[in-house]
């Protein structure tokens, strides 16, 4: 193991005791874009084994390619893991911290064991299990950053599959966010099925406009 794993690792053993044994790392993806659902995961990892897996981080300090290759060790090696998403009609309709929120709640519930704790990325979820929110989680807690990476290589998958439906706005390269091509599409094109109204409409009025064309 090496050393920055070991510290992360260390930072979950630290919360083991008689009463807990499973500990869920919960992190999300997606809150900042345009586009698209928000994703979240829930996973219990064995960290007191051999099992464990360097190179586990924060998943926006990895490479695409270190993402993908670690997402499947992660998801071989897991106790379990839940992934789930809201999309951008019910995070127009709660709003984004609410479907984040709704998000990691439903992956927490569903994973098939019942995790002891949760860690969190600091944020509070509304679940019957004790829970640690921690700042910088996903680069803190070896689980949370396991999380934070199946989380993100879902959701770039998923962005990519959008981008061959709706070629105009450039997901492959943007996974949703506002870059400046995107905008500008946004304000020629009008919005495609998976945009965030809420989120479009703070750009100008043109942006929010109806589609110019069928999808």
Not at 111 to 116: A, C, G, S, T
Request: neutral net charge; glycine residues 6%.
């Amino acid at each position: 193991m090496d050393e920055k794993t070991r510290e992360k690792v260390n930072f979950d053993r630290g919360f083991l005791s008689e009463k807990v044994k499973y500990i869920a790392g919960v992190d999300e993806v997606g809150r900042g874009p345009l586009a698209g659902p928000v994703v979240c995961c829930a996973v219990i990892m064995p960290i007191f084994s051999d099992e464990t897996i360097d190179g586990v981080d924060d998943s926006k300090k990895l490479s695409a390619k270190k993402r993908e290759f670690l997402a499947e060790e992660i998801k071989k090696k897991a106790v379990c893991y839940k992934i789930c998403r809201v999309e951008n009609d019910e995070i127009d309709r709660i709003n984004i911290l609410e479907a984040t929120k709704k998000c990691m709640k439903a992956c927490v519930e569903g994973l098939e064991v019942k995790p002891d704790l949760v860690i969190t990325d600091a944020l509070e979820i509304d679940v019957s299990v004790p829970q640690k929110d921690v700042i910088k989680g996903d680069a803190t807690s070896y689980t949370v950053g396991a999380a934070s990476i199946v989380a993100k290589v879902y959701r770039d998958k998923l962005m990519d599959e959008y981008d061959l439906i709706y070629p105009a706005y450039g997901f492959k390269k943007n996974k949703g966010y506002g870059t400046k091509a995107h905008i500008e599409a946004l304000t020629e094109r009008g919005y495609c099925p998976i945009h965030r109204k809420t989120f479009i409409k703070n750009f100008s009025a043109s942006a929010a406009k109806e589609p110019l064309a069928d999808f």
